[in-house]
């Protein structure tokens, strides 16, 4: 059973950086497509990245292109998100989820999620 677990979450100013990491155990993460979400308090879920199991094929909403980088490390069976440039209005819960499916941002493909990590962007 594949379980997820998110890390890298934290408080940061405008303008600053984070790295997310979404570390997988129970199975291989180099098997799946791996996507990171974000809930921000009463708005609904939104997709933000994804990236297909090979690496090959990567999405990105367009709030944060040019501005995060998804990638992975099947040999460490992690996923990635380094987050440039934030905002405030990027500030929310972000959670990776994994499926064996194609590389898009709809929550309702993937069915393995891990728990979240808290991102907050203030100064």
């Known amino acids: 059973q594949l379980q997820l677990v998110e890390s890298g979450g934290g408080l940061v100013q405008p303008g600053g950086s984070l790295r997310l990491s979404c570390a997988a155990s129970?199975?291989?993460?180099?098997?799946?497509?791996v996507a990171w979400f974000r809930q921000a308090p009463g708005k609904e879920r939104e997709g933000v990245s994804c990236?297909?199991?090979?690496?090959?094929?990567?999405n990105y909403a367009g709030t944060v292109k040019g501005r995060f980088t998804i990638s992975r490390d099947n040999a460490k069976n992690t996923v990635y998100l380094q987050m440039n440039s934030l905002k405030p209005e990027d500030t929310a819960v972000y959670s990776c989820?994994?499926?064996?499916?194609?590389?898009?941002?709809?929550?309702?493909?993937?069915?393995?999620w891990g728990q979240g990590t808290q991102v907050t962007v203030s100064s």
């Open positions: 990236i297909s199991s090979g690496g090959g094929s990567r």
């Open positions: 129970g199975s291989a993460l180099g098997d799946y497509t």
């Open positions: 989820a994994a499926a064996n499916g194609l590389c898009v941002l709809w929550p309702w493909d993937y069915n393995n």
